[in-house]
């Protein structure tokens, strides 16, 4: 194995202010998200289900895949 180099510390640069977003702001995004998730509730079923019956092992295999990255992103953002 190549050890990897030194490069300094991180690049990223802090904010000099932390900018919250307002309670109307918050709720503004909630409303959006449940508004599109109930325009779209049938065609995403349906959608999943023609993914399920293409391929049903690859597609359980996947979703698993996804579903452990997606925790494992959880995780470590925690």
Same mark, same amino acid.
């Given at each position: 194995?190549?050890?990897?180099?030194?490069?300094?510390?991180?690049?990223?640069?802090?904010?000099?202010? #932390?900018?919250?977003?307002?309670? %109307? &702001?918050?709720?503004?995004?909630? =409303? /959006? @998200?449940?508004? #599109?998730?109930?325009?779209?509730? %049938? &065609?995403?079923?349906?959608?999943? =289900? /023609? @993914?399920?019956?293409?391929?049903?092992?690859?597609?359980?295999?996947?979703?698993?895949?996804?579903?452990?990255?997606?925790?494992?992103?959880?995780?470590?953002?925690?």
């Amino acid at each position: 194995m190549v050890p990897r180099k030194r490069l300094g510390p991180s690049p990223t640069i802090p904010p000099k202010e #932390v900018i919250r977003t307002t309670e %109307e &702001e918050k709720e503004a995004q909630i =409303r /959006t @998200v449940a508004n #599109v998730q109930q325009a779209y509730a %049938e &065609e995403g079923k349906g959608a999943l =289900r /023609t @993914v399920q019956a293409a391929s049903p092992d690859l597609f359980r295999k996947q979703l698993t895949q996804v579903m452990f990255e997606v925790g494992g992103q959880y995780r470590r953002n925690m």
